[in-house]
Structure formats: structure tokens, C-alpha cells
């Protein structure tokens, strides 16, 4: 078990409203990465950090942004929220540095209505 | 850019050997991951070639070839816990970041 864990795991908000996901690691690692996937689509970076404050974009990043203040927690949030993110978001942290070999959170299920 | 292509859906039977391809296009390349993903379920990591050849774990093998763009995932002696989605995915050079393949989905049959 790679100690990560996500919060909240189901949320239905309404469109327009901000959104914060949570992803906490125990490992002490640097790096952390948001995905979201989407039938069809597989796993699509969002965002994802190197270390305290340090944040760098991913092929998806509009609408999304994070913040890192601590080494053990990594935020996503949703401005203001729209049905096209609606999807299912997963937090992931590398293994000795290898980011090949990423260990994912459980996720965290998103509905936009 | 990078861009991986994998087959959308396979299915096999009990006890049957099943491979799984994955071509890739990328402008640099550090190795070829492959991840496998339950209904419901995280992605968890299954192997990952660094070099040219056969890596073997158990049942499962993973192969590559850097001269042709092309990779594979080798499942031999199915079980039915083994329905899944399994995905490729490269690192490219000077960077931390996974481009993950749109995944293939695996259904195994009594």
C-alpha cells in the first residue's frame, strides 16, 4: 500500500461552483500528479509538482489549478466548476523517483450537474 | 508530441495466452510502462522495459522493440481475475511526466 489517499471520494456540485479535491501522501515523496480519466480517453495529466511550490502544467490543464504547501498534500481545484469535468480524478506520487513506476490514490468521482 | 495506440477491447478464455500491443510515437523515450486497472479500481503498475527485449514477471511479460516503435504485454495461463484495462505508457526524455495510452480492456471467458 503506497499511503495515498483522496478526498472527498464522491462529490455531485452544481456548475459554476468551486471545487477542491484533496490527495495526501505518508511517503515523503517529491513528485505528485493529478489525472483525470474519462471513457475513451485513458489517463490524462492535469496538473503535477516536484516539491513544495513548485507546479508545472499537463496536457489538460484549463479550468484546474493546485497548490503545494506541504510535501504530504497536493490540491486540485476547480474554479468554477462545469459538466465537461465530470469525470473520475486520481492523485498518483512516483517510487524512487522513477516517475515510470507512479502508485495511484483510490480517486475521487466528480459529477457536474 | 507523443501519442500511443493500443487495441481498444480483447478477449480470450481461461487458461489461453493473450498479447496486448501498444505502438508508440514520441520524440524521446526513456522506457515503456504498463499498468493495470479493475473496474473501480486505481491503476496499479505491472512492468516497465527500460531496454530492447523480454521482461518477465510470473505470468506476465512485457516486451519492447525501440527500432520499431512497438511494445507489448504478454498475459499467458488467464485467469478471470484478470479482466481488466491495461495500459502502455512512455516517459519522454527531459521530462517527469507519463503519457498513458487509451488503454485496452481485457475480458477473460471461462
Known amino acids: 500500500d503506497a499511503g495515498i489517499t483522496q478526498s472527498p471520494r464522491h462529490k455531485v456540485t452544481e456548475t459554476g461552483t468551486p471545487v477542491t479535491l484533496r490527495c495526501h501522501q505518508t511517503?515523503?515523496?517529491?513528485?505528485m500528479y493529478w489525472y483525470r480519466q474519462d471513457p475513451g480517453h485513458g489517463l490524462r495529466l492535469i496538473h503535477y509538482?516536484?516539491?513544495?511550490?513548485?507546479?508545472d502544467k499537463g496536457e489538460v490543464s484549463d479550468g484546474y489549478s493546485v497548490s503545494r504547501s506541504k510535501t504530504e498534500d497536493f490540491l486540485l481545484t476547480l474554479e468554477s466548476a462545469t459538466s465537461s469535468q465530470t469525470s473520475v480524478y486520481f492523485c498518483?506520487?512516483?517510487?524512487?523517483?522513477?516517475?515510470?513506476?507512479?502508485?495511484f490514490g483510490p480517486g475521487t468521482r466528480l459529477t457536474v450537474t | 508530441g507523443q501519442s500511443l495506440e493500443q487495441p481498444s477491447e480483447v478477449t480470450a478464455v481461461e487458461g489461453a495466452i493473450v498479447q496486448i500491443n501498444c505502438t508508440y510515437q514520441t520524440s524521446g523515450f526513456y522506457g515503456l510502462s504498463w499498468y493495470q486497472q479493475h473496474d473501480g479500481g486505481a491503476p496499479t503498475f505491472l512492468s516497465y522495459?527500460?531496454?530492447?527485449g523480454l521482461e518477465e514477471t510470473g505470468r506476465f511479460s512485457s516486451f519492447l522493440s525501440r527500432s520499431d516503435s512497438y511494445g507489448y504485454l504478454l498475459l499467458q495461463e488467464l485467469q478471470m481475475k484478470d479482466s481488466a484495462s491495461y495500459f502502455c505508457a512512455v516517459r519522454g526524455k527531459n521530462t517527469d511526466k507519463l503519457i498513458f495510452g487509451t488503454g485496452t480492456r481485457l475480458q477473460v471467458f471461462p
Open positions: 522495459n527500460a531496454l530492447d
Open positions: 511517503e515523503n515523496h517529491r513528485y
Open positions: 509538482s516536484y516539491g513544495v511550490k513548485d507546479t
Open positions: 498518483a506520487i512516483t517510487a524512487g523517483g522513477l516517475s515510470y513506476e507512479q502508485y
